[in-house]
């Protein structure tokens, strides 16, 4: 099944504009990455129920460091995509309606394709407002506590353990299988273990233990004044101590190859997490000197690889979405959209390949892409 087959809409009703209420689990207590709870909620996810699955991944992209950053690459790579609405077939309040949806709401609908491919799966409320005869869409709601679960390969709704209909005109719904989060989080477990064994460990030897060595007939009060001294001595970094007694301070010579041991789990699972969600590293971590230009090439390709996947598939996502929206306000039809990626090209060439377009060949260029190409103002009478 394609997104194009996910995100088919049949035509509806015009919307209410009262929000239905979405039944949320009362069970939301903090979920623990832990193998346990993995296993478990790869079971239940084999049941057909999303919600443990959905918790899980919610505290994976709040906590981890590797799949946030990675996260925010793949969204704002997307984000800065050129979306243009194919205006052939519209009219003029069609055009304007659609375009005013895409400027207000493409950063959106690129958080909801992500979420989708993150997690497999993608539930969103639409709130409807009423402007000038029109339905104009003002909020994608998110239900992260929803009982969600497959039947069919579709995505329903559960409520005390009844499905719920849902109007296809007010809920944007899709799954796709478990998701690129789905086999990440055990190597989060691994790094998550390793991460706090590093940090006890480096509590523990950190500082190196100190000896204090007293000699026969120490008093009692001279003991007690030695333990106490012994004990504030790391924080201190000064002591008074008598003749009598012997201070040493005790080493551990094999702290740094357990030391590398943690770090190198640490980096080995970070590496999983971040190729995972963006097919790659080198974006968000440095390379050595030998060969780092070949490298970058090769990380480079797989990651527009990516990219162009993603494009594709939001590109489904919002005209099927649009297309909906037409059927409401407008009647029959399709919207279609084109999505490209800003192309980086130097001014100077740029301006080379134009004035050779326009004297040469007689390319008559629309006013508006000298505005955006070359950022020159428009005039206050235009």
Not at 74 to 97: D, G, H, I, M, W
Request: charged residues 20%; aromatic residues 10%.
């Amino acid at each position: 099944m394609n997104l194009k087959q996910l995100f088919s809409r049949p035509a509806g009703t015009a919307p209410s504009l009262t929000v239905a209420q979405v039944p949320q689990s009362s069970f939301i207590i903090r979920a623990q990455l832990t193998p346990d709870t993995i296993a478990s909620a790869k079971s239940a996810f084999d049941r057909g129920e999303l919600l443990p699955l959905n918790r899980l991944y919610k505290v994976l992209l709040a906590e981890d460091l590797s799949a946030a950053s990675a996260l925010d690459v793949r969204l704002e790579t997307l984000k800065s995509a050129v979306c243009r609405l194919e205006t052939e077939n519209l009219s003029s309040a069609q055009e304007k309606y659609f375009s005013l949806v895409i400027k207000q709401f493409y950063p959106v609908f690129c958080e909801m394709l992500l979420a989708l491919k993150l997690t497999g799966n993608l539930f969103r409320q639409v709130a409807y407002e009423l402007d000038a005869g029109l339905y104009y869409p003002r909020r994608y709601l998110a239900y992260p506590f929803a009982d969600l679960r497959l039947a069919d390969e579709q995505l329903v709704l559960y409520d005390n353990g009844k499905p719920q209909p849902l109007d296809a005109v007010k809920f944007i719904t899709a799954a796709a299988g478990p998701g690129i989060l789905y086999s990440a989080l055990k190597y989060y477990v691994f790094y998550s273990f390793a991460l706090n064994n590093w940090a006890q460990f480096t509590e523990t030897y950190g500082k190196p233990p100190r000896l204090a060595r007293y000699s026969p007939g120490t008093t009692e009060t001279e003991k007690s004044e030695l333990w106490r001294m012994l004990q504030n001595f790391g924080s201190d970094l000064a002591a008074m101590i008598s003749d009598n007694v012997k201070l040493e301070f005790a080493d551990f010579a094999s702290k740094t190859a357990s030391v590398d041991l943690y770090s190198r789990l640490v980096e080995f699972c970070d590496d999983r997490i971040t190729r995972r969600i963006l097919g790659q590293t080198l974006t968000t971590k440095s390379v050595g000197d030998g060969g780092s230009y070949a490298q970058a090439k090769v990380h480079d390709l797989v990651r527009m690889d990516i990219l162009g996947g993603d494009l594709r598939d939001l590109d489904a996502l919002i005209s099927s979405h649009l297309t909906l929206l037409n059927q409401i306000n407008f009647g029959p039809g399709e919207i279609s959209l084109s999505l490209a990626l800003p192309q980086s090209v130097n001014l100077a060439e740029r301006i080379m390949i134009d004035e050779k377009l326009y004297n040469s060949i007689g390319v008559d260029f629309p006013e508006d892409y000298w505005h955006e190409t070359y950022g020159v103002p428009k005039s206050s009478k235009e």
